[in-house]
């Protein structure tokens, strides 16, 4: 018989299976994934590394809006795609680009909400990812509808619901931890702790032992992995999985990483904090670290790291290609995909601005 403390605390230290530099510590409830799958998460990092990076010089030349980069936290976004399958659902905030575009969508189509062309440039229903959520934490009670009625229509789907330390403050994340709770829907809450919500660190949001831990109180078991170890992450969140698969319930991970970056182009982080507090980050590279444990193994060879390199670069390209585009998206459309049938506000408001096109045009 496992005691409540045993079923739901989350471990004292974040899992991790291979440390900042390269080395693999064995654990006695987690393995490391096989060495196909860790070259295969590798390239992901790679790419996921290149598509921040272009993203971030497509700001810069006025060709996004904005891009609340993932920079350092590749492997939680990597990780959190790799554990899914097909029927699978992923629900992603802002921050989580690199995600859906492992999970398969097109990278173009993905940043087009970034853009500022329309509500949402890819079809959820293509790869089972839910458009990106800016309100905090209102993906999460979405998420959770969808796993409950997936489970009722007795369909073999979990979700896996992201979420930044910030939102865990929403009245939203506790609302959803449960009512997924009590109705045992297959969900993975997956927070990515990168300590900061724009401007305000972890000491001032919670003074909880861990974010893992605030699923106690809903009876949702918690587990914590280091953000930066894609052989953790993957080990964690494919248990998690697993778990919701077979009608555990919920689970709660919480992966301790940190936001390299500004919160988005618009945010100035030297305000808040300094160059020693980001310095041991930086060391903790979620890609070196990989890559120098796959070195090591003799996993990753001179001539695959150059492949890896180059369909990161091209894809990064094909982005830049992409988004150089001109487009004209047509105002009419802000009125579209509200509901199914537009309200009669709707309906006198898009003739309010047919009317003003009209007259703008005369
Ligand atoms: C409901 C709501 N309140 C406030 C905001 C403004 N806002 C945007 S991002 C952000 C910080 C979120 O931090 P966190 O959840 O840690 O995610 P991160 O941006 O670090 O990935 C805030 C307060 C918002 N988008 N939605």
Redo the contacts with the bound molecule.
């Keep these: 018989m496992t005691t409540v403390e045993e079923r739901l605390l989350p471990s004292a230290e974040p899992i991790q299976l291979i440390d900042q530099h390269g080395v693999p510590h064995d654990h006695p409830q987690y393995g490391l994934p096989s060495e196909q799958t860790l070259v295969d998460g590798y390239a992901q990092l790679v790419k996921g590394r290149r598509i921040n990076d272009q993203a971030g010089a497509l700001v810069r030349q006025g060709r996004l809006a904005v891009y609340?980069s993932?920079h350092g936290q590749e492997a939680c976004q990597v990780a959190a795609t790799m554990v899914l399958r097909d029927q699978d659902w992923l629900f992603p905030?802002?921050?989580d680009t690199v995600s859906i575009i492992s999970r398969g969508v097109d990278p173009i189509e993905t940043l087009t909400l970034l853009r500022g062309d329309w509500h949402s440039g890819y079809d959820p229903y293509q790869r089972n990812v839910a458009p990106q959520a800016?309100?905090?934490?209102?993906q999460l009670i979405h998420a959770v509808g969808v796993a409950h009625a997936a489970r009722l229509k007795g369909e073999d789907t979990v979700v896996m619901a992201l979420?930044?330390?910030?939102?865990?403050s929403?009245g939203?994340f506790h609302e959803a931890l449960n009512f997924a709770a009590v109705f045992k829907a297959p969900v993975v809450f997956f927070i990515?702790?990168?300590e900061?919500?724009?401007s305000?660190p972890l000491a001032r949001?919670t003074v909880a032992p861990s974010l893992a831990h605030k699923g106690i109180g809903y009876g949702v078991p918690g587990e914590r992995a280091d953000g930066n170890d894609l052989a953790g992450l993957l080990a964690v969140l494919g248990q998690a999985v697993d778990k919701a698969r077979a009608g555990e319930g919920p689970q709660l991970i919480e992966a301790h990483t940190y936001?390299v970056q500004a919160?988005t182009n618009a945010d100035d982080a030297t305000r808040y904090r300094n160059d020693a507090e980001v310095a041991p980050w930086l060391e903790r590279d979620p890609l070196k670290r990989l890559e120098a444990f796959l070195v090591e193994r003799g996993l990753l060879g001179e001539s695959l790291k150059k492949q890896v390199v180059a369909a990161a670069d091209e894809a990064a390209e094909a982005l830049r290609v992409g988004l150089m585009e001109e487009v004209q998206p047509d105002p009419a459309e802000l009125f579209d995909h509200l509901y199914a049938e537009k309200t009669p506000q709707l309906k006198e408001q898009a003739a309010f601005l047919q009317d003003e096109l009209a007259r703008e045009e005369a």
């Design positions: 609340p993932s905030t802002y921050r800016t309100p905090l934490a209102t979420c930044g330390d910030g939102a865990t929403e939203d990515q702790n990168n900061y919500a724009i305000v949001q936001r919160h």
